[in-house]
């Protein structure tokens, strides 16, 4: 299999995804959306080698122990980040998607964007485990949300 970036995220005054040009119309008819999703690549974190399907504690009520899979660890068998972000405006002359705020850094690749649309992103009764179900109930409650005091990162 192989990927190839269509664009990079833009994270410096500003963010944005910034589309190769070849791209640009692909842009039509997003406008009117209010979220995208970004599949993103995490550029700056080691490729995966293998050996770890498991992480100790990374956060803060989690247990001793999680799969990477329970996780939204960058560190990943296939190194596929997933955001979801505000969209603040779409300009598809210059293939850009200007974004509220986006986790990824700054020229981090983009594989694909997605709009989101709540019939099939949202679910109404979503569950989650005791060690997070303190967490926001939705991605308007999170900029508020001391994420700094959950996240148990290596000193």
């Known amino acids: 299999m192989e990927m190839k970036a269509i664009g990079s995220i833009r994270a410096q005054e500003g963010f944005a995804v910034e589309l190769a040009d070849e791209y640009a119309t692909g842009l039509s008819g997003l406008r009117g959306f209010s979220h995208v999703v970004v599949l993103w690549h995490p550029h700056e974190v080691p490729d995966w080698d293998g050996s770890a399907l498991t ?8 247990p001793d122990s999680l799969g990477i899979f ?5 560190w990943r068998p296939n190194g596929i980040a997933m955001s979801v972000a505000e969209i603040v405006a779409v300009d598809e002359k210059k293939g850009t998607v200007s974004l509220a705020w986006i986790d990824a850094d700054h020229e981090s690749p983009v594989l694909d964007i997605k ?11 979503a569950r989650v485990p005791d060690w997070c179900a303190h967490w926001p109930a939705c991605y308007e409650e999170s900029g508020a949300f001391d994420w700094e005091g959950e996240f148990l990162f290596p000193s």
């Open 115 to 125: 709009p989101y649309h709540p019939s099939s992103d949202r679910i109404r009764d």
């Open 70 to 74: 329970a996780t939204r660890s960058p």
């Open 55 to 62: 992480t100790p504690k990374p956060y803060r009520l989690a």
